[in-house]
């Protein structure tokens, strides 16, 4: 009888409460898969092919290395989305600004797809 008196009082403390703005409810709405023929189908990556594509700028994180765009399906890589790459050289970032349409170049490589190349579009 004492073991259950002990866990009808731990379970009657008042609980800390818990910040939403440091813990954010889980989404509400389940992820549906995709239905087979729904996606774009792309041919394998070819490694350390030049990919061209064309997007806008987003974000840019100099420090870190890497640059977000929202661009336009990427012809034999992947469907247009927005999205982070990293780059080869951090000096490719000081072409570009956020809110600039940029022309780029995606490379595949083993360690993953990096931006070699960026030209602000006129």
């Known amino acids: 009888m004492v073991a259950g008196s002990a866990i009808a009082l731990v379970s009657c403390q008042k609980q800390p ?15 549906v898969p995709p239905t087979p023929g729904s996606l774009p189908s792309f041919p394998p990556v070819v490694m350390n092919k030049p990919y061209p594509g064309t997007g806008v700028v987003d974000l840019i994180n100099r420090q870190e290395g890497w640059i977000e765009i929202t661009h336009e399906e ?3 890589l992947m469907p247009g989305m927005q999205m982070e790459f990293n780059v080869k050289d951090k000096t490719l970032l000081d072409r570009v600004a956020v809110g600039d349409r940029v022309d780029f170049t995606i490379t595949e490589t083993p360690k993953g797809e ?6 602000k579009k006129n």
């Open 74 to 76: 990427i012809k034999d």
């Open 17 to 31: 409460e818990v910040s939403r703005e440091q813990h954010p409810a889980p989404a509400t709405t389940p992820a």
């Open 114 to 119: 990096y931006l070699t190349d960026i030209k």
